[in-house]
C-alpha cells in the first residue's frame, strides 16, 4: 500500500479483555515496529521484525504483550488480560533494512482500557 | 543499552525566536541519527536524517541539526521559528542491529 495502515484506529475494551491490533507495512519494507506512546512517556520501544530473522522482543512490558508477523508483511500485536496502564496510542512503523533508512510510521490505534 | 535523552520536554518560544533542542544518545558503536516530527494530529514524519559525511545536516522546512560525535550529540536548530513549527520533536537513534530508539520527545508551542 501506500503507507503503513493501522487498525482499528481507535478501540476501547473492558478491563481483562484480549485485544489484537493490527499493521500493513509498506510493500517492500522488512523491517517492522512497534512502540508505544504515552504521555509523556515519548515512544516506548515494544518490538521490532526484521526479515526471516527472530524478532527483538526486549522491549514488551509484560508476558501479556506478544506480537507476531506473518509472510513477512502483515504484523498483529496482542494484550491480553488488558489492564489501564495499557492505554496508549501504539504506533507501528515499517522501513527499508539498511542503516540509513527512516522509518514511516501508521496513524496509531489509539488503545483506552476502561 | 542503548538510550536516547531529550533534555527539554516543553519548550515555549514566540514567533522568529531561535531554536536548539537537545539531543544526546548513549552507544558506542556506528549510528544513523533522526529527527522526526508529530504536528498535531498527523503521523510522525521525518525532519531530516544523518548518516556520515558532513554533520551539519539540513532537513525540511529550515530545520539542521549537527552530529557532534565526541559529545554524542545531534541537536537540532532552527534560527527563526514560525507559529505552523508548534510540533513534538523526536529524535532518534538507529544501531547497528537497525533497531530504532526513540527520545521521550520535545513538545514546542510557539506563540503567534
Known amino acids: 500500500g501506500a503507507g503503513v495502515s493501522q487498525s482499528p484506529s481507535n478501540k476501547v475494551t473492558e478491563k481483562g479483555k484480549d485485544v489484537e491490533l493490527r499493521c500493513d507495512p509498506i510493500s517492500g519494507h522488512t523491517a517492522l515496529y512497534w512502540y508505544r506512546q504515552s504521555l509523556g512517556q515519548g515512544l516506548e520501544f515494544l518490538i521490532y521484525f526484521q526479515g526471516n530473522s527472530a524478532p527483538d522482543k526486549s522491549g514488551l512490558p509484560s508476558d501479556r504483550f506478544s506480537a507476531e508477523r506473518t509472510g513477512g508483511s502483515v504484523s498483529t500485536l496482542t494484550i491480553q488480560r488488558t489492564q489501564q496502564e495499557d492505554s496508549a496510542v501504539y504506533l507501528c512503523?515499517?522501513?527499508?533494512?539498511?542503516?540509513?533508512?527512516?522509518?514511516?510510521f501508521g496513524q496509531g490505534t489509539r488503545l483506552t482500557v476502561v | 543499552a542503548q538510550s536516547v535523552s531529550q533534555h527539554n520536554h516543553h519548550v515555549i518560544l514566540s514567533e522568529a525566536a531561535s531554536l536548539e533542542l537537545g539531543c544526546n544518545y548513549s552507544y558506542g558503536g556506528t549510528v544513523n541519527l533522526f529527527w522526526y516530527v508529530q504536528y498535531p494530529g498527523q503521523h510522525l514524519q521525518l525532519l531530516l536524517k544523518y548518516f556520515s559525511g558532513d554533520p551539519l545536516v539540513k532537513g525540511i522546512k529550515g530545520f539542521e541539526a549537527e552530529f557532534i560525535k565526541s559529545k554524542f550529540s545531534f541537536n537540532l536548530r532552527k534560527p527563526s521559528v514560525q507559529w505552523s513549527d508548534t510540533a513534538e520533536y523526536f529524535c532518534a537513534v538507529k544501531t547497528g542491529g537497525f533497531k530504532t530508539i526513540f527520545g521521550a520527545g520535545t513538545r514546542l508551542f510557539v506563540k503567534a
Open positions: 512503523a515499517s522501513s527499508l533494512v539498511s542503516g540509513d533508512t527512516e522509518a514511516f
